[in-house]
């Protein structure tokens, strides 16, 4: 190997970490350049390929990340345990939410889904004077399911709850509006909204 050779050689071996690292910080960039699922918001279609499912979150409202707290990778830029739905804020004590999940309980039927919607309502030490009334059979796009309403103090104010709950192939999906009874009338507007644009799609 004459002399020339050697020096190209060692001028390889110098340039080729710079590159690595290069590319390496590059691939970093490209990881961070968007932000994490939880601290984005959503408009428009929103469509849940993991349980299934789809909702058009209405015209100047947003739907916001309703799982626990993505964590910050180098490589990936952030991983997520599990994407369960929207958070639709309508004020500050009145929103929405779209949430889905397998069923805990695999034999349990719709209606023991929904004794235990209540159940949680009427556990929770915030509520009180609660009065569970309207509660039918109900359709939530092709899936036959169970709506409540409920009414009761929190914190010393006057709160109601509209909830949905459906099951398929093992899925629980839900529906759920919280406001006060004052705007009961306009908030279930944009709620009937999102029902009538609930679909079932393809999981992966």
């Known amino acids: 190997m004459n002399r020339t050779t050697v020096g190209t050689a060692a001028l390889i071996l110098l340039i080729l970490p710079g590159c690595v690292v290069r590319a390496d910080s ?32 209405p015209l100047r409202l947003k739907g916001y990340w309703n799982s626990s707290p993505c964590a910050p990778d180098e490589t990936y830029g952030c991983v997520c345990m ?81 909830h949905i709950i459906a099951l398929h192939k093992g899925v629980e999906y839900e529906l759920i509006l919280v406001t006060s009874p004052g705007r009961y009338g306009a908030d279930r507007r944009q709620f009937e909204k999102i029902i009538a644009s609930w679909r079932l799609t393809n999981r992966v």
């Open 82 to 162: 599990g994407d369960h739905g929207r958070f639709i804020p309508l004020s500050n004590d009145a929103h929405i939410e779209a949430l889905v999940g397998y069923q805990m309980e695999s034999h349990w039927s719709v209606i023991d889904h929904e004794r235990q919607a209540i159940s949680f309502l009427r556990n929770n030490k915030q509520n009180v004077r609660i009065n569970v009334g309207r509660s039918r059979w109900f359709r939530l796009g092709s899936l036959r399911a169970r709506r409540f309403e409920a009414r009761y103090i929190r914190n010393d104010r006057p709160m109601l709850t509209d």
């Open 26 to 57: 590059q691939r970093k960039s490209i990881a961070f350049s968007q932000p994490c699922p939880d601290k984005r918001a959503w408009t428009g279609r929103y469509r849940n390929y993991v349980y299934g499912f789809s909702i058009v979150i």
